[in-house]
């Protein structure tokens, strides 16, 4: 953080300049202007998204028997950051660049990060349906998606760590409204449902994989992948998701990564040969996968999660064959879990082999890290638990004795009788209380880059705090909308001025339409109409003068319609022969009955 102006205070860190305001200019609409708020947190210490699996035992002499002194490994340390951006545009007379602003679009992104890997995942999206206040021309790309495209790239290209695995993950399932309470009742806002944002969401990441406007981002990468599954569907329906382009085929899999992305699978003489599907799928805040991991932690016993998993599904094929039957992904309602997996260049040596071994250190998250793990405090446990053991435990009559000896000390200590005149102390304010910012930005567990931190850097309970004054505000009108961006605005910061103005650069192109160069002609589409070519002269002649030519048929052609009385239609049917029009079909007869055919119903006496 050296080198750049900021401001410490007991919660936040301002950062100026920011280099995300370059980024979301080149994508968004030339000479608009937008408001950008970008938050994030230092990263912090959280649970592990998978379960640890059991170490793999020696003890074992028959391959495939399993054993029952099965002891459980270590959980992977982790760490998670924080990232939330919202756009903001002016809801004032377009070209008046007002006070008045309107939030439209907001994203939050976990980050997560091992030694092995780093995840971004997407926790929410959501807008609140007054990006029309832009009067964008039809046809324009959307900004919504632009934005979520070029954040995602932005995070991808500043959490880049040599030789570990990059992995943007997701699940779509659509929702009324996420963060912005209250914006259902806009009509502007468009709602897509489940089908509707699984495509959607599969565009926005197939930008990553394909495409010139990202391509710096992929250059350091030896290979990106997408692999997208919903329960429920099999392959064949679930391609119908996927961008329709040349490359989407080689892009892309109907499937799950879930034995590439763990760092279990990479070292099978620590862990074994077999991974049980427990800890190899991940867990995220309200996630599908998690409420359903969770009860089936809950019905299984300790020992059999160690020895074999779970009891129903032992392979990832049943656990998502199961997952189709569960509340978000039946009844008519689809889930899809996406990923893009970006593989890092393969090593030319040996030498880089602590990616596949995961490390364990016990040091703290405030104390500085070094590269080299501290050994010290395991042979100290290790010597805890051997002094715990009933082998190691002292006799009988020696515990009595040493129990006398310290019941004595007790007696003979006695209590200070304080004296003399009491002196008060001054109150202190406790401003240096707030969270304790990493001082190393980059260690095996995490990558902490200045460019890729918010314009405001928050402490994890600071940051929670913002997000619920933002749940508990209303979007449903636009004077609602404004009044809940000024109060959300000045709140977060403490009133002090956080924004990051940008200036699309981007030039719309739009389809011409022919109605524009016609004025308002009609358009004729008789020439356009393909029709069957008896021979090569017919097809010339018939082209220049195909809109007016009436096809006359022969008269072996035309279907006669038979008539009751032959006599009277003798001479017009060959008068319209002649003249190669059909015969027009007479008007039906009414049949008259006669009295005797009528059968009348009997009166009652």
């Known amino acids: 953080m ?7 205070d007991s919660d936040s860190v301002v950062i100026n300049p920011h280099p995300l305001v370059a980024e979301l200019a080149k994508v968004l609409p030339k000479d608009r202007r937008f408001i950008a708020y970008h938050l994030s947190t230092p990263p912090i210490t959280t649970e592990p998204l998978c379960h640890p699996p059991a170490y793999n035992s020696t003890s074992n002499s028959t391959p495939g028997t399993p054993s029952k002194d099965k002891r459980p490994s270590k959980p992977l340390k982790t760490y998670c950051e924080k990232h939330f951006l919202a756009i903001s545009i002016d809801a004032g007379k377009e070209g008046a660049h007002s006070d008045k602003q309107v939030l439209v679009l907001a994203l939050e992104i976990y980050i997560y990060t091992t030694s092995f890997s780093t995840i971004i995942f997407v926790s929410k999206a959501d807008s609140t349906g007054y990006l029309n206040l832009l009067d964008l021309p039809k046809g324009s790309p959307s900004p919504i998606r632009e934005v979520t495209a070029c954040f995602l790239a932005f995070l991808a290209a500043n959490r880049r760590r040599p030789a570990k695995q990059l992995v943007v993950n997701l699940f779509a399932r659509s929702q009324s409204q996420y963060l912005f309470p209250g914006s259902v009742k806009n009509n502007g806002k468009h709602i897509l449902d489940d089908r509707g944002l699984v495509k959607w969401w599969c565009r926005v990441l197939n930008s990553l994989l394909e495409g010139d406007e990202y391509s710096d981002v992929r250059k350091p990468w030896d290979g990106i992948h997408g692999y997208l599954i919903v329960p429920g569907l099999d392959n064949y329906e679930t391609r119908a ?49 998690a409420r359903f991991i969770e009860e089936l932690e809950e019905s299984t016993p300790e020992k059999a999660k160690l020895l074999s998993g779970w009891r129903s599904p032992k392979t990832l094929d049943q656990f998502w064959e199961m997952m189709s039957f569960r509340q978000e992904c039946s009844s008519g309602r689809l889930t899809g879990f996406i990923w893009v997996v970006f593989e890092p260049p393969k090593p030319g040596s040996p030498a880089i082999s602590s990616t596949t071994v995961i490390p364990t250190p016990n040091a703290s998250f405030s104390a500085p890290t070094d590269d080299t793990t501290p050994a010290t405090p395991r042979p100290s446990r290790r010597h805890n638990n051997s002094l715990m053991t009933p082998a190691a435990s002292p006799p009988k009559s020696t515990a009595r004795t040493t129990k006398k000896r310290s019941r004595k000390s007790r007696k003979g200590k006695t209590k200070k009788v304080l004296k003399g005149p009491i002196i008060t102390r001054k109150p202190q304010i406790k401003t240096h209380q707030g969270p304790q910012f990493p001082k190393v930005t980059e260690t095996p567990y995490y990558f902490w880059p200045e460019n890729g931190r918010g314009k405001v850097v928050l402490s994890d309970n600071a940051y929670k705090r913002a997000i619920e004054l933002l749940l508990h505000l209303e979007f449903g009108t636009l004077e609602q909308a404004i009044a809940s961006t000024a109060r959300w605005t000045k709140d977060v910061n403490m009133g002090e001025n956080w924004t990051l103005e940008i200036i699309g650069t981007r030039e719309t192109t739009t389809p011409a339409t022919p109605s524009s160069n016609t004025g308002g002609a009609v358009n004729n589409l008789s020439g356009m109409i393909r029709r069957k070519r008896g021979s090569d002269d017919q097809a010339t002649n018939g082209t220049a003068s195909s809109a007016g030519v009436v096809n006359m048929l022969d008269g072996g052609l035309v279907r006669k319609k038979a008539k009751l009385d032959p006599s009277d239609t003798t001479d017009t049917s060959a008068q319209s022969l002649d003249q190669g029009h059909p015969i027009a079909e007479p008007e039906p007869k009414v ?3 006669g009295a005797g055919l009528i059968k009348k119903k009997p009166k009652a006496s």
Do not use: C, M
């Open 241 to 289: 998701f996927l961008p329709r382009t040349g490359t989407a085929a080689a892009n892309w899999t109907l499937g799950h990564p879930l034995e590439k992305i763990s760092p279990y699978t990479k070292d099978p003489s620590t862990y074994g040969q077999i991974i049980h599907p427990r800890s190899l799928i991940p867990t995220y805040p309200d996630d599908p996968k």
């Open 591 to 593: 049949n008259v009955l």
């Open 2 to 8: 050296s080198g750049q102006s900021q401001a410490r």
